[in-house]
């Protein structure tokens, strides 16, 4: 346990929250810009088992945020990639790739083979697979999303039932727009990557207050920060 002593001795996590973590298993939907800070941390953190799910390659434009590669990755397959790299952080932690995504056809037998789901995608439709699956299955699921300098977390279907529908009004409307590139910084993916991580390890673990049917949203350009009830 030396590994994670600098966690085993925080009051109120201590070696139970490192079993629970170890016994744990996340999948982790993108593994880009929120993926690669999200499945770094997890890994690191002692996270059992992880599911890398991606059907994307490196690209030279992902470099500038999306930390996991480098320049020797573009043009590969993510899921080879960050599998490489994840591997070599931690020779305990069981993987298992999927490197064509979520689909409708998969998610079902997918999803249900973890115990947390992270979104890490930047297309509205797979976030809304994901959140009828895992209403479905009875899964937590942990959404970030960012644009620009902005950036939010929320906790889903967890003991609220809070659910993407509950936070988006005009959902249909959103589910069919086409996907846009965007432009953002790179410390803004890994901010809310990061708090992302921490609210699975609080999930996971019982320690401290999950943000379960609360929004933070956060802004880097003028460092503001704020919580919203839904």
């Known amino acids: 346990m030396d590994r994670f002593l600098r966690q085993t001795m925080i ?4 070696e139970q929250g490192q079993s629970l973590l170890k016994r744990s ?3 982790i939907v993108g593994l880009g810009g929120l993926g690669a800070p999200v499945s770094s941390y997890l890994v690191s953190a002692g996270v059992g088992k992880i599911g890398l799910c991606d059907k994307d390659v ?6 500038q945020r999306q930390i996991l590669y480098t320049e020797e990755d573009v043009s590969k397959k993510k899921t080879d990639c960050a599998l490489s790299h994840l591997s070599a952080m931690s020779s305990n932690t069981i993987f298992k790739v ?3 995504g ?14 947390v789901i992270m979104d890490c995608t930047d297309n509205f439709i797979v976030r809304l697979l994901i959140d009828n699956v895992c209403r479905r ?3 937590p699921w942990i959404h970030g999303s960012i644009d ?3 950036g939010c977390v929320t906790v889903f279907n967890h003991t609220k039932g809070k659910s993407l529908h509950d936070l988006y009004n005009d959902i249909s409307e959103l589910s069919y727009q086409p996907s846009n590139i965007i432009g953002t910084f790179g410390p803004v993916v890994g901010m809310v990557g990061s708090i992302q991580a921490m609210e699975a390890i609080k999930l996971i673990s019982g320690y401290g207050e999950i943000l379960d049917g609360t929004l933070l949203t956060i802004d880097l350009k003028d460092l503001s920060f704020a919580k919203y009830q839904f």
Request: charged share 20%; proline share 3%; glycine share 8%.
């Open 11 to 14: 009051d109120g996590f201590g």
């Open 25 to 27: 298993s996340v999948l």
């Open 58 to 63: 490196v690209s030279e434009t992902n470099l």
């Open 98 to 100: 999927y490197p064509n």
């Open 102 to 115: 979520l689909t409708d056809d998969n998610a079902q037998d997918m999803i249900s083979d973890y115990d």
């Open 137 to 139: 299955l009875g899964k």
């Open 148 to 150: 620009t300098s902005y």
